[in-house]
């Protein structure tokens, strides 16, 4: 025995530095911010610690590192701030691809998980079609689509080039072959056209407090659709006529209590609706639109 251990303090036992003990305080913190807070509080530290989640669940008396329990706490407290678990640990799952994602781009929602599901349908008899994804941030749909139909020849653009970094750094990184395109909306297409246009444009309205709270880490950009949240939507229908191939088709997601709105829109404009979905909460949520061939 040396003389540094006989005068070392008595290391007293912190159960608060087990990874379960950790997880059961964070998830007691949480439960007033998150609708689902021991999930979290897995995930936080299981990214402060570098380990996978089933670690953290698999092994709840094993003692972490200071460092890592400060490490969490710093996570921890921005989670109490009520910033988006997704902004902290920087990654989303989605469809069947992990992305990036920063403040710059919207978190891709699981509804919009439908939107990609009705496209792959479509593309089902004809893989190899040209699809455009408008206002595509974290390039989450692109990249979606292009995983799931290698030969569908896929352009993302979006008006941010800030957002588009993000989508440019996830196709390199899921090694998908994407074209990315800085373009508000039609403005760079020129005269191209496409066999599928898919859009999850801004559509919660101007004044929605919850552009203010649950929604306020997000770009106001990728959100905030005008005083009736339809704003992105008429450009969209307008110009997508333009930029339609012969016998394509618009897909747009839209807010649960627009989808009356956005096809009467769409009717007065020549569409046609093919299909309406619901999104897996039960809710509507994506129109399906053609352009009404008129006869001759
Ligand atoms: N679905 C998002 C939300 O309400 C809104 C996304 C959007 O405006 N495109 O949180």
Redesign the pocket.
Known sequence: MNVNQIHAPARRPDKTCSLGGLVADAARALSTVSATPRLDAELLLAHAAGVGRTTVIAFPERETSNDVAARFRALLARRLDAEPLAYITAVKDFHAISVRVTPDV?IP?P??ECLVDEALAMLDAQPDRSVLDLGTGSGAIALAIKRARPSAVVTAVDASASALAVARANARSLDLDIRCLESDWFGNLDSERFDLIVC?????PSGDP?LDS??RHEPRQ????GSD?LDAIRIVLNEALAHLAPNGALLI?H?HDQQADVKALARKRGYRTLAARRDLSGLPRLVVLHVHERSP
Do not use: K, M, Q, S
């Not at 999850?200 to 919660?204: E, H, L, R, S």
């Not at 990728?222 to 659709?225: C, E, K, Q, T």
């Open positions: 919207l929602r509804e919009t999850n444009p801004p559509y919660v919850v649950e929604l990728a959100l905030d659709g949240g997601e807010g």
